[in-house]
C-alpha cells in the first residue's frame, strides 16, 4: 500500500479551507513583519537578481514578496492544492515558479541555489530523521556560503529535546489530539471545522543543533512576538558553512 507521509495533512487542510470558502490559509504578502523581515535579508545578502529556492512555499505569500524585491524565485510544496494557489498568486511575476516536491525525500531541481527561505515548513517535520533529511536537501542545493532564513518556525523554551522516532511517538509525546474537528475562523468571518495538525517546537539549543548537523552556521536566533500564524515562535538565520560536505 502506498499511504502518505503524516505531514500531506496539509493538503487535507487546504482543500477543506478552500471548499469552505476561505481565499487562503497562510501568510499573506501584506504582512508587515515578513515584509520588513525578507526586505532587510534580501538587502543584507545582495539577493537582488538571484536565485532564492523557498521549501514549504504554500500559497506563495513569501514568493510575491521575494519577486516584488526582485528576486528569481522557485517555490516548492508537497500539497498539490497549495501549489495551485502559489501559481495564480505568481502568474505575474515572469521570474517566478512554483513546483510539487516532497523536501524530506527530494532535492530541488535546477540547483544550485543563491540563499533559501522557510517559513513556517520546518516545524511541520516531526520525527528527527525527517528534519534532518530535509535540512540536508536544502544545504546540498545551495552555493556555499550562502544564506537560509528559517521564519517563525514553532519555538518553546521548555519545548521536548529528546529524539522522536516515529508520528506514533510524537503522538504519545505530546498527547494533541490530531483527530477531532476544531472551529477556525478566516480572516473575513468564515467558519471551518478542522484538526489541529502536528507542528514540533525545539528550543534555541534544539535549533542550533540540528541546523549545524546538516552544515549551517546559525548566525542569529531571534525568537518573535506572539502573532496570529504562530504564536510561539523564532526566526533563524543560518548560512551554508563554508566547508560543508553535504
Ligand atoms: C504552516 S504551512 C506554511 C506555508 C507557507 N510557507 C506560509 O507561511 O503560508 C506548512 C507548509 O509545509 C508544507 N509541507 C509539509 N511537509 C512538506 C514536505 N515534506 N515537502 C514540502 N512541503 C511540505 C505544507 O504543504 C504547507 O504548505
Redesign the pocket.
Known sequence: MNEK?Y??A??KRYQAVYEAGFSRW??SPDDAILYETLKNWVETNDLQGKKVAE?????G??GVILSELGCIYTG????PS?VKKAKESLAPYPNASVWV????KEKAPDAPYDAALD???LH??ITDSDRNA?LKNACAVLKENVPMLFFRESYRKDAYEGEVSSFEHWKRISGEDYDTPMKRTSRDGIDCYIPLLAARAKTEKGYREEMSKAGFDVEDFVPVDINE?CAFSATVFVRKAAKCRC
Open positions: 507521509p505531514y500531506f496539509y493538503e497562510g501568510h521549501f514549504a512555499c504554500g500559497e505569500a513569501c516548492f510544496d508537497i500539497s497549495a516536491l516532497d523536501m524530506v517559513c513556517m515548513g511541520m517535520l530535509y500564524q
